[in-house]
């Protein structure tokens, strides 16, 4: 739809009908299967019980010592507009999967990570700090140390670089951290441009 069809459209729709609309796609059975997800081992390692990974994408982590189940993350290859699996969305970490989170990001190449929630919500723990916060902190997860060299604060974002080190290889690389934190507790933003400007530098 064009932009003008759009506006037309939920105004039709009206807010009635687009609640509707909304309750019909979520009553949709998904297109896809979770039984990886779901394996007895895999489950404690998802946030929620009713948001799981598909297995047709996932993304596969290397075996630890035989352990079939040491290869399940919470996380799924995404396309983009020109590149198939051009991004990994993931669940934000939690204490028992930082080490797995940070497993995946050395396995993958990931040079990029773009956090799109806060560590607190509304006084609760949304998402394990899997970094330091501190210039010059470091934090161990497994076999990886992971060391904040700078921290440029926005309103609206925070960017880190974080040097990442496998110190079973001893070998260094270097992690731009991109953090959305103006994204209120249980809302939506007043404005998209926050959103909008956060996208563009990414």
């Not at 489950?43 to 993304?59: A, E």
């Not at 951290?177 to 400007?197: E, I, N």
Request: hydrophobic share 35%.
């Amino acid at each position: 739809l064009s932009m003008p069809q759009l506006v037309d459209y939920i105004r039709e729709r009206g807010r009635l009908g687009l609640i509707q609309e909304y309750t019909e796609i979520r009553v949709r059975p998904p297109e896809g299967t979770f039984n990886i997800a779901k394996v007895k081992n895999n489950l404690p390692k998802n946030r929620y019980t009713d948001v799981l990974c598909y297995d047709h994408s996932r993304v596969i982590l290397s075996e630890i010592d035989g352990d079939k189940d040491s290869d399940y993350i919470h996380a799924n290859f995404v396309d983009g507009y020109k590149q198939k699996n051009a991004f990994i969305s993931t669940q934000g970490p939690l204490l028992k999967t930082a080490a797995d989170f940070w497993r995946m990001v050395w396995e993958q190449h990931c040079l990029v990570i773009v956090m799109t929630t806060r560590v607190m919500e509304r006084g609760r723990p949304k998402c394990h700090q899997y970094f330091e916060a501190d210039v010059d902190g470091e934090a161990t997860y497994g076999h990886f140390a992971i060391k904040t060299i700078s921290i440029e604060a926005d309103p609206d974002y925070t960017i880190s670089t974080l040097q990442l080190t496998n110190t079973k290889l001893e070998e260094t690389r270097e992690i731009s951290h991109w953090q959305f934190t103006s994204w209120p507790d249980y809302g939506v933003p007043h404005s998209a441009r926050a959103m909008l400007d956060f996208l563009e530098r990414v």
